[in-house]
């Protein structure tokens, strides 16, 4: 079974994703907070001969096992979070499910915002509970 993969990856039940919701540029090395989480599987590395079950913590479609995960100054954990690919500190957008579609939660698209927890979200464009980011043409029935 084939999966095409966006770029993302879980922690503490959020998942955040990055190039999904318009242009989120990289941010500087200071403003990289404290690790709060790695990554433990590197998902579009691997072979599936069925559907992909939910992801969990520490899953990433194409970050680096091993790789820190930081907050980024300004935003809680539940908006943003940031991790060093290629030199490049790219920002991953905290997603929760809406109507059985994910989007960025509202924290995420906003210019720096006061730490506030919201709830874990889906995949864009995905069925709830599945990780893979299949695209709709794939799902089947």
């Keep these: 079974m084939e999966v095409d993969w966006v770029?993302?990856?879980?922690?503490d039940g959020t998942e955040y994703v990055a190039g999904v919701d318009g242009?989120?540029?990289?941010?500087?090395?200071?403003?990289?907070?404290?690790v709060v989480g790695r990554v433990d599987c590197e998902l579009s590395v691997l072979k599936f001969h069925g559907e992909p079950g939910p992801a969990v913590d520490g899953d990433a479609?194409?970050?680096?096992?091993?790789t820190e995960v930081h907050a980024v100054r300004g935003y809680g954990t539940s908006c943003r979070v940031a991790a060093q690919i290629a030199g490049v500190n790219r920002v991953y957008l905290?997603?929760?499910?809406l109507a059985g579609v994910s989007r960025a939660v509202p924290c995420a698209m906003a210019q720096g915002t006061a730490p506030r927890r919201s709830p874990g979200g889906h995949h864009l464009g995905l069925r709830p509970g599945?990780?893979?980011?299949?695209?709709?043409?794939?799902?089947?029935?």
């Design 23 to 34: 242009k989120v540029p990289a941010i500087a090395s200071n403003q990289l907070g404290s």
């Design 94 to 97: 905290a997603h929760a499910d």
């Design 7 to 11: 770029d993302f990856v879980q922690l």
């Design 61 to 66: 479609a194409f970050i680096k096992v091993g």
């Design 130 to 141: 599945l990780h893979g980011w299949r695209s709709p043409s794939l799902w089947g029935s």
